[in-house]
């Protein structure tokens, strides 16, 4: 079964700082990787996509994708209280399973001010 | 505005009363997807469709049952709910199951109580 691993947390930061979540995924063939930020009882809202290895930055975020490695990552620069969320990490699979898309469990992080 | 449109926001019923939770999407999107959210599990897929007449279960099927008989609609139906079916849920849609680079577009989400 695939599968997308998550340090549920609490990731608990000083607000300014850099927030540093991570990502792990069981299948090799995955194509397309995602992070969603979810507030409490909202939906999620899509951060950042990447889909080549290498860093992606969008302002203060930057996605690292490592196939090889099989791990994909969220940096977030200059943290602010507004960042406190849990971050979903979603791949996108070709093929195999129930769709082929597969959400970790995410990660609850705090940025203290 | 492009979306997905989930009703109700709140629902709380009994034990065995059947209901629905109505989802539409104005993208013109082929694929729909339900998933529950639950403390410690996170996202799990209920029911997916590629397109109408299309649908397909996800890990966590038991207890629910959908349609697709047209494009923008794909309701979920709890036709004798338990509480373990309490839980938040959230109906998702894509372009296309076969864009793999498109991210899911989610609706606002529906929380169910079961007593």
């Known amino acids: 079964q695939k599968e997308v691993e998550q340090n549920s947390g609490p990731l608990s930061v000083p607000e300014g700082a850099i927030a540093s979540l991570n990502c792990t995924y069981s299948?090799?063939?995955?194509?397309?990787f995602f992070w969603y930020r979810q507030y409490s009882g909202k939906s999620p809202e899509l951060i950042m996509s990447?889909?080549?290895?290498g860093d992606k930055e969008d302002g203060r975020f930057t996605a690292q994708l490592n196939k090889a490695s099989q791990y994909v990552s969220l940096l977030i620069r200059d943290s602010q209280p507004s960042d406190s969320a849990t971050y979903l990490c979603?791949?996108?699979?070709?093929?195999?399973?129930?769709?082929?898309?597969?959400f970790g469990k995410g990660t609850h992080l705090i940025i203290q001010p | 505005e492009a979306q997905v449109t989930q009703n109700p926001r709140y629902l709380i019923t009994v034990t065995g009363k059947k209901l629905t939770v109505t989802c539409s999407q104005n993208?013109?999107?082929?694929?729909m997807s339900w998933y529950r959210q639950d403390p410690g599990l996170g996202l799990r897929q209920i029911y997916y469709?590629?397109?109408?007449?299309?649908?397909d279960k996800g890990d966590v099927p038991e207890g629910y049952k959908v349609s697709r008989k047209e494009k923008r609609n794909f309701p979920l139906i709890l036709e004798s709910p338990s509480p373990n079916q309490t839980s938040l849920y959230f109906c998702?849609?894509?372009?296309?199951?076969?864009?793999?680079?498109?991210?899911?577009?989610f609706g606002n989400g529906t929380r169910l109580t079961v007593t």
């Open positions: 979603a791949v996108n699979n070709q093929g195999g399973g129930a769709d082929g898309l597969t």
């Open positions: 299948d090799r063939v995955s194509q397309s």
């Open positions: 990447i889909y080549s290895n």
């Open positions: 993208m013109n999107h082929e694929y």
């Open positions: 469709s590629m397109n109408v007449e299309a649908t």
């Open positions: 998702a849609s894509l372009p296309s199951r076969a864009d793999y680079n498109s991210p899911l577009h």
